[in-house]
């Protein structure tokens, strides 16, 4: 078993930061991927930012040098930094995370999301 457990999130104005976290813990052998999503209402999933092990990211156009994807592999948490966010940046966020327990047994989880909200 993996449990995911997120924190950060809040209302924030237009303009400011945010900072959100994503810590894994329970029966892990190794983390691949660790990626964080976004759904604002009436909308659909969608992908943030992610990053590998090796510390290759990927992100949303929408989000290109405002936000950024880390990882501690000792702590086994990834975070992503936010900064100059916009009311479209308002969303409930959840984190993502793949690897393999003990045994060889590939897991993929999500965090049990952490709304951010944006406005004025």
């Known amino acids: 078993q993996v449990q995911l457990v997120e924190s950060g999130g809040g209302l924030v104005q237009p303009g400011g930061s945010l900072r959100l976290s994503c810590a894994a813990s329970?029966?892990?052998?190794?983390?691949?991927?660790m990626s964080w999503y976004r759904q604002a209402p009436g909308k659909q999933r969608e992908l943030v930012a992610a990053?590998?092990?090796?510390?290759?990211?990927n992100y949303a156009d929408s989000v290109k040098g405002r936000f950024t994807i880390s990882r501690d592999n000792a702590k086994n948490t990834v975070y992503l930094q936010m900064n100059s966010l916009k009311p479209e940046d308002t969303a409930v966020y959840y984190c993502?995370?793949?690897?393999?327990?003990?045994?060889?047994?590939?897991?993929?989880?999500w965090g049990q999301g952490t709304q951010v909200t944006v406005s004025s």
């Open positions: 993502n995370v793949v690897g393999w327990r003990a045994g060889g047994v590939r897991f993929d989880y």
């Open positions: 990053i590998t092990r090796g510390d290759s990211t």
């Open positions: 329970g029966s892990i052998a190794s983390i691949n991927a």
